[in-house]
């Protein structure tokens, strides 16, 4: 049988959405490609445009860090850049303890001219550091890449690339050599009358660009504004959909937001990526309690698990988030073992399990360790987790910016929590905002509708629940709804919400699998949380080697994960029922 001509599908290797300069996911569109693109095989490795950030090092930043290496390394060095010293130190510090030998080193760039250091050049924080290491040992410092999520940013690569070339990025002993402060790159200059008013018209208003992309302004003077704006967004207290002027004019809700009285947005931080508040989360955690072996409770996302193993003493992994697990975990408590803390996803991903985050919560207080849940599937227009946390995390680069185009990180404290006043004292004297100010501009304006499509989302993934639970050939659907772990999904459901936008499915051949996946009219690739419906192998992705180990907790090497989309409801339940009907003639 020929294949299927499908609307939506994207040529290998095309940023999703196709043509976005800063886009987060990458078109892998048949069963083929995602393995090919796994196994290193040329025609997919020679067809990546971009990848997700994590993974793959956007093309701005690999220019950037060879023109740094050009400049400053020496030959067989790489670089891999950060947003400051400290997180760079703290690679450095990993790349050390992993290859003791090798010769690690740190190059800072900071803007040239005392005019750089004015207000709004703050704000903006052009600023670089660069670890040098030996080209051979790349995939050292790639691990910390991916796990820490503390990496700059495309766009903050993009920009001061032009301020290294330029000869305005430079290190802190050359400060007094360069007079002049350059405009940025062309595309974000405008004439003002402090340029008109100049001779030389190397004077910068550093608070006005221009975004020629979308046709979007972006005026970066606003940056603390958008990051106001967002935290109340993840607070709550801001649930609008109006322009930043409007949201910002709002009265502050000072009323009981999460559930939690005297909560608000101070209670918020914000970070480049969801992974580097998870990240940052364990570190802070270790310093103020102790280092103690963390819990990951729940099949998790695979860098949540990464972390506990690699940064400190280890941790005890409860694979299935069952409550014979839980009991497991009551009598190590009660025979004396002690953690710093507890880390779960609500619900979890791929398999959509939510853990019974109430006796977690009773255990934990009872123990004293830390509960940290990751909402980031459930989001917290759905589901309300903090009253039984003492942290919740999420990635902001999914369902909450929806446009596939830039990255973020969300962290909430919970001020009821025995841990409060502990944690609070440790971010005030240890928290940095790293995310990059164009970045909040762009995710400030990507979330401004995140209500409303969240409860699209759900009623789209749960009309394509329903497809796939009644075709005979399709073996499981996992979906908080129809999942065995409801109840605790429904104790933390907000009312009226629903069940998120996150679903997958396993089948009872991988012929079925491959077959279904091929011929589904979606578009096809890593990420979730998009406007527009995205489906992946997941488990080939995300666990190409270890699927054995994957399979000992249930979870399947052929299973497909759905992130629903926006599109309208019976035009993709069609497109669900062709894929499955191609199943049958394969």
């Not at 830039?406 to 790293?434: C, F, H, I, T």
């Not at 605790?488 to 077959?515: E, H, I, M, W």
């Amino acid at each position: 049988m020929s294949p299927m001509v499908l609307e939506n599908e994207v040529e290998v290797g095309e940023s999703l959405p196709p043509s976005t300069e800063h886009a987060v996911s990458v078109s892998l569109p048949t069963w083929r490609a995602n393995v090919g693109y796994e196994e290193g095989e040329e025609w997919v490795i020679s067809k990546m445009k971009t990848g997700y950030p994590r993974f793959f090092i956007h093309k701005q930043i690999q220019a950037f860090a060879t023109a740094i290496v050009a400049k400053y390394g020496d030959g067989g060095e790489a670089a891999m850049l950060f947003p400051t010293n400290a997180t760079a130190s703290r690679c450095r510090d990993f790349f050390v303890r992993l290859a003791p030998d090798a010769q690690v080193r740190i190059v800072d760039l900071v803007p040239a001219a005392e005019k750089a250091r004015s207000d709004e050049m703050l704000i903006i924080s052009p600023k670089i550091s660069a670890v040098l290491f030996p080209q051979d040992r790349f995939s050292i410092a790639k691990q910390f890449w991916q796990h820490s999520g503390d990496g700059v940013s495309s766009r903050r690569a993009e920009y001061c690339h032009h301020l290294f070339r330029e000869g305005y990025l430079i290190e802190p002993s050359s400060l007094n050599q360069s007079p002049r402060v350059c405009k940025g790159p062309r595309r974000y200059q405008k004439q003002t009358s402090i340029d008109l008013g100049t001779s030389n018209g190397e004077v910068q208003d550093p608070g006005e660009f221009v975004e020629q992309r979308f046709g979007r302004n972006l005026d970066l003077s606003l940056t603390n504004y958008a990051k106001l704006a967002i935290r109340r967004r993840i607070a709550g207290s801001l649930t609008a959909d109006v322009g930043l002027k409007e949201a910002l004019s709002m009265e502050k809700n000072t009323a009981m937001t999460r559930n939690v009285a005297g909560f608000s947005e101070d209670d918020v931080y914000l970070y480049p990526t969801g992974m580097s508040a998870i990240f940052n989360t364990h570190r802070k955690l270790l310093e103020a309690i102790g280092q103690r072996k963390a819990i990951v409770f729940g099949f998790p996302y695979i860098d949540t698990l990464k972390i506990t193993e690699k940064f400190g003493p280890g941790s005890l992994f409860y694979g299935y988030g069952s409550e014979e697990e839980l009991d497991n975990l009551e009598r190590r408590l009660e025979g004396g073992e002690r953690y710093v803390a507890l880390f779960t996803e609500f619900p979890s991903n791929p398999l959509l399990r939510s853990p019974n985050l109430e006796r977690i919560r009773i255990l934990a207080d009872k123990y004293d360790f830390c509960v940290v849940v990751d909402e980031t599937v459930g989001n917290f227009i759905n589901v309300n987790v903090l009253p039984y946390a003492d942290v919740v995390v999420s990635s902001l680069t999914k369902v909450f910016s929806g446009d596939s185009n830039v990255m973020g990180g969300g962290l909430v404290l919970n001020p009821k929590a025995k841990s409060y006043r502990l944690l609070k004292q440790r971010w005030a004297e240890d928290y940095v905002d790293n995310h990059w100010a164009e970045d909040s501009i762009v995710l400030e304006r990507n979330s401004r509708d995140f209500v409303s499509r969240i409860e699209r989302i759900g009623a789209n993934a749960e009309a394509i629940c329903d497809v796939l639970s009644a075709h005979p050939r399709v073996k499981q659907v996992n979906y908080p709804k129809t999942s065995p772990t409801r109840v605790n999904y429904d104790k933390c459901r907000n009312p009226n919400a629903g069940y998120g936008g996150l679903l997958s499915a396993t089948f009872y051949t991988r012929q079925d699998a491959v077959a279904f996946f091929d011929n589904l009219d979606t578009v096809k690739g890593p990420s979730l949380g998009t406007n527009f419906t995205l489906s992946s192998p997941y488990v080939i992705l995300a666990h190409y080697g270890e699927l054995d180990w994957c399979a000992q907790w249930g979870v399947e090497a052929d299973l497909i994960r759905f992130s629903v989309g926006l599109e309208e409801t019976t035009k993709l339940v069609d497109a669900f029922k062709r894929a499955l009907d191609a199943m049958s003639q394969s």
